[in-house]
């Protein structure tokens, strides 16, 4: 092309390149743009609407309601209410700090509330933030009324878990909170997750895969700003599985009864089991604590205030205390005797002078000397003697590898969680191992009448007793869950003729001359054996096991008592002869006396029936006669 003048004219090389290179920008823009709206559009369709769900949609989890527990009679152990939580959705931190501060003086928060709010949220700041995990009823009302104020806060109910005894039943049925990180690093708690409650203790924790249950999920709309606006129908969530229920073994009445007579400011603990089944048929330490106030997590004034308490209320003194059993562990030595053919119930070889003489050691006995005396009368009187030379005859060696065999120093096996194991050497390595020595044969004296390195925790001591209250002389597994068939813990070798032995002697103690006539109970067929638990830090401790039953059958029920600075395992017997009363009349459908005894009787001027059935040999009552019973 050229010009007028005849000059060829040229585009400008700059503005040429310049514009060739828009061109392409603007192709690539417009291709960028398609693409994209190619994948948003049509290729990840599906995604981008998940992601708009989840932005629309809050997840909330539904505790899922744990298995109600029950004692024998169809009484509520443990329980779910009906309980509020104080919800709200995620949002940026400074905008969550302001609704908290806002929401303070409706809820009634404290600056602790409030930092743990924002302590747990952090965790998941995906999630709700839980504000308030357990709101009063009247407070319900109060802040739904103000629902306008706090667009993105929820009140949702969800199942709270309730023990209607209250202390009675504190140590053994545990309580629920919020799993800890730890926790959550268990085998246990494999597929739990963060703000998951679980059992923390007793029956809570050591059932929690059968009682908990698994949560489910609700889903809550919520616009742009995060307020409110509806639940989703429940079909669009994951429903929970509720728990399994548990009946128990226990006695929920004879529990609270316990609770009742237990001497008051006295700690101590108390245990039944049926001899037959092993159930457990009452378990309380004292002093207890109201389980309630652990629920879902405590606050710090209460925590501080049971922690620090010098009773420790929250020690279960009936499986993680063991003390030594005094001379209730008499009857384990006499088993151990009569096991390994040492003794038999009529023999004693040197007669009781207050004391006895073996290897340089001189060891007394209670008393200034009981004479010569058979098994059923070292019973009645306890006499250390007479289980001195029991210990000598076996020997040290053997009194405790035998003892160790037959479970002694063994935990009970209870379902129970974290359960201490009583203390019996297996061997004289023992001492080698805690002492730097080993020891002289004559220990073994000490251990035959439970003092020294011998330490049982009261269920233990019970479990032992049960051998006594079986026909076949075995031991049987404790157990609070209802199982199809008892489970035996250790065969004690004995014959019938043993433990009918061993019976009449316990039977004697309370009899006339007694350790523990004062406690004899009127038409049950009642024994035991007192025991005397020496304390180097203040007064002694009074230990006591009785069992009981129906004249003319079968013992139905064992008892073992530790009463912490009773001093003496006579006062201890009162307590259990009442609740076996209890248990025994409620059972057979007879008029409950409150004062069965005459230790229970005489200071109150009640008149005593002195002339019920005594044996000066130990025999058995006779049968009901039903026809006088029935009589008012």
């Known amino acids: 092309m050229r010009t007028r003048t005849g000059h060829r004219m040229t585009p400008p090389p700059a503005r040429y390149g310049r514009g060739r290179w828009a061109r392409w920008i603007l192709v690539i823009c417009v291709l960028a743009l398609g693409s994209g709206l ?57 905008s969550m700090i302001a609704t908290l501060e806002r929401l303070r003086p409706v809820l009634g928060l404290t600056d602790a509330d409030t930092a743990l709010a924002l302590r747990r949220w952090r965790r998941a700041t995906h999630l709700p933030m839980e504000v308030h995990r357990d709101v009063p009823d009247w407070l319900v009302p109060r802040l739904l009324e103000r629902r306008f104020m706090f667009p993105g806060v929820l009140v949702h109910e969800y199942p709270k878990r309730h023990y209607p005894a209250g202390a009675a039943i504190g140590h053994l049925a ?62 669009m969530g994951v429903p929970p599985v509720p728990g399994k229920d548990l009946q128990l073994y226990l006695d929920l009445d004879l529990q609270r009864y316990v609770m009742e007579i237990f001497p008051r400011g006295m700690s101590g603990a108390f245990v039944a ?72 119930p009529t023999t004693m070889p040197v007669a009781c002078g207050g004391g006895l003489r073996y290897q340089n050691r001189f060891a007394r006995c209670w008393s200034s000397g009981h004479g010569r005396l058979n098994l059923m009368g070292a019973i009645k009187n306890s006499c250390n003697v007479y289980f001195y030379q029991v210990g000598i005859k076996i020997g040290l060696e ?81 157990r609070l869950a209802v199982t199809d068939e008892p489970e035996i813990a250790a065969d004690y070798g004995l014959q019938s003729e043993h433990v009918q032995a061993i019976r009449r002697g316990m039977r004697q103690v309370l009899g006339p001359g007694g350790t523990a006539h004062l406690s004899r109970l009127p038409i049950w067929d009642f024994m035991g054996k007192t025991g005397t638990a020496t304390n180097p830090h203040g007064l002694d401790h009074g230990v006591f096991v009785g069992i009981g039953g129906p004249p003319g059958g079968e013992p139905e029920i064992v008892a073992a008592m530790i009463l912490e600075h009773g001093e003496r395992g006579a006062i201890t017997s009162g307590y259990v002869a009442n609740a076996i009363n209890f248990y025994l009349s409620r059972k057979y459908g007879l008029p409950f006396e409150r004062y069965p005894t005459p230790r229970d009787r005489l200071p109150r001027g009640l008149p005593v029936d002195w002339a019920w059935f005594q044996s000066p040999a130990g025999d058995p009552p006779p049968p009901f006669d039903q026809a006088a019973l029935d009589q008012p």
């Open 38 to 94: 190619l994948r948003v559009q049509v290729l990840s369709f599906e995604e981008y609407a998940r992601i708009a769900r989840e932005n629309r949609l809050r997840p909330i989890t539904v505790p899922a309601p744990r298995g109600t527990i029950y004692d024998r009679n169809g009484n509520v152990i443990a329980e779910n209410v009906v309980g509020y939580q104080v919800l709200m959705m995620p949002a940026p931190e400074d």
């Open 174 to 235: 545990g309580y629920v909170a919020e799993i800890s990180r730890e926790e959550l690093e268990l085998p246990a708690f494999e597929g739990y997750r963060q703000g998951r409650w679980i059992g923390k203790a007793g029956l809570e924790r050591y059932y929690e895969t059968e009682i908990g249950g698994t949560p489910g999920v609700r889903y809550l709309e919520v616009d742009a700003q995060g307020r409110i606006k509806r639940w989703l129908p429940e079909e």
């Open 273 to 344: 089991i049926d001899p037959q089944t092993g159930g457990i048929l009452a378990m309380y330490s004292a002093p207890g604590f109201d389980p309630n106030l652990l629920v879902g997590g405590v606050d710090a004034a209460t925590w501080e205030r049971l922690a620090s308490d010098p009773d420790k209320p929250l020690l279960d003194r009936a499986t993680n205390a063991a003390q030594p059993p005094g001379s209730t562990f008499k009857l384990a030595t006499a088993i151990l005797g009569l096991h390994l053919g040492v003794i038999t």
């Open 398 to 478: 053997r009194f405790l590898s035998t003892g160790s065999r037959l479970g002694f120093g063994s935990p009970t096996g209870v379902d129970l969680p974290g359960e201490m194991a009583s203390i019996f050497p297996a061997s004289t390595a023992y001492w080698q191992d805690r002492f730097g020595y080993l020891p002289y044969d004559n220990e073994v004296m000490g251990l035959t009448i439970g003092q020294n390195l011998v330490t049982l925790t009261p269920l233990k001591l019970a479990q032992i007793y049960t051998a006594l209250a079986r026909s076949d002389g075995r031991a049987v597994r404790p």
